[in-house]
């Protein structure tokens, strides 16, 4: 087989580090690395999100000597605005013949392409096309049973759980919250379950996970007997717009507030309808603030090192989490620990990941058919109000 010559990209290296031994076959490919993508790692180091994944890719080209940089004194006379245009200079001018460029970045694959480059996705970043969103965790009849999966029967939603088939022929009521639709019922259901640990929640905006998996979370906490929980986690990925949440002024809490503020005003709602009085640091102001000994907002960052017990824990929007971000995060959870993972595929904004590539097609991907883990897409004719309606009836 002829020796290929791989050019890497910037977004494939903190995918995933090791991608240069993987794509280097033992020593059958050369792989390449711009100068350009060593100043985008530069750039990236102090970055609170993904400096320590930076750092795992600088490590893995330093230490491998079998790596081509492209010379810096080409890399000095570009002057482009964008960085990736500079990159497809640097393989044109002083790239190998018969580059390949391997990239996830899709806009970057079709200049690619203009410039006569050949280009392909990293394979270890595709895991199946929306596999969050083709797998809603129904089955059909006749289709082989997924663990905790639901099947309708006679008109009727089966729960295959684990404690076997069980009718969902009731309506749950959680903190005062009725489910405006079968499936949201279904998703408490799954939330619910005291045999499933880590649930997944796929659905377009509107259709009510946050504001379910709130309920569902006070609930498991503050009124369930005999529950393990002591505290929920409200867990983000923050793609920073604008000011760089280390510059802005307070606590955690108080950075986190811009990015969470939708939360708020959910439990706030939730607290009307039935008071929780425990979550808050002082009901009886005016300025809701949460006691942080039961209910306490994490940044992902934050969590590296952490060990997660007898907790709920709620990760919004999964889809803007690495591979090896959601890898990360949910190894911090032991013992008694009910994991909701909430996202839409859809909807992704950080730059480096993409409809497939993202942590919770990943979670989908690799956890599908295990016996304490289920997922469902939640969809329904009726959302958060007539507006989203209409907007989601027609596809706008």
Not at 55 to 77: C, G, K, M, S
Request: hydrophobic share 35%; charged share 25%.
């Amino acid at each position: 087989m002829a020796q290929k010559h791989f050019v890497l990209d910037t977004n494939v290296l903190i995918e995933n580090p090791k991608c240069i031994v993987a794509l280097r076959n033992g020593v059958e490919n050369q792989i390449y690395i711009p100068y350009t993508v060593l100043d985008e790692l530069d750039g990236l180091k102090k970055d609170p999100r993904i400096g320590h994944i930076v750092a795992q890719a600088v490590r893995a080209i330093l230490e491998d000597p079998d790596v081509n940089i492209f010379p810096p004194d080409f890399a000095a006379t570009l002057t482009d605005t964008l960085m990736d245009d500079r990159i497809l200079k640097e393989i044109l001018h002083v790239g190998p013949e018969e580059a390949t460029l391997i990239t996830n970045d899709r806009i970057l694959q079709i200049k690619a392409k203009c410039y006569g480059i050949p280009s392909e996705e990293y394979r270890d970043s595709d895991p199946f096309r929306s596999e969050s969103q083709r797998y809603t965790g129904f089955v059909e009849d006749g289709d082989e049973l997924v663990r905790n999966c639901f099947r309708w029967e006679n008109g009727v939603p089966v729960f295959h759980g684990p404690e076997g088939p069980k009718e969902v022929g009731y309506t749950h009521e959680i903190w005062g919250v009725k489910p405006r639709s079968v499936y949201q019922n279904l998703a408490l259901e799954l939330m619910l379950s005291e045999g499933i640990d880590l649930v997944s929640i796929q659905s377009e905006a509107g259709y009510g996970k946050t504001f379910l998996s709130l309920a569902a979370a006070l609930y498991l906490m503050l009124e369930r007997k005999d529950n393990p929980y002591r505290k929920i986690y409200l867990v983000k990925p923050v793609v920073e717009i604008g000011a760089k949440m280390g510059y802005l002024p307070g606590d955690i809490e108080e950075k986190m507030l811009p990015y969470i503020k939708y939360i708020q005003d959910l439990l706030i709602k939730l607290h009307d309808i039935r008071p929780c009085n425990r979550i808050w640091f002082d009901p009886q102001s005016d300025s809701f603030k949460f006691n942080p000994k039961k209910f306490e907002v994490q940044p992902v960052a934050f969590l590296r090192g952490m060990n997660i017990e007898n907790a709920v824990v709620i990760v919004d929007e999964m889809q803007n989490l690495s591979r090896g971000e959601t890898r990360a995060l949910l190894t911090r959870m032991g013992e008694g620990v009910k994991c909701i993972c909430l996202g839409d595929t859809r909807q992704v904004d950080n730059p480096y990941l993409n409809e497939s590539n993202n942590g919770l097609n990943w979670t989908v991907r690799k956890l599908k058919g295990y016996k304490n883990y289920a997922h469902m897409v939640l969809k329904g004719d009726r959302s958060r109000g007539p507006i989203t309606d209409i907007v989601l009836k027609s596809k706008l």
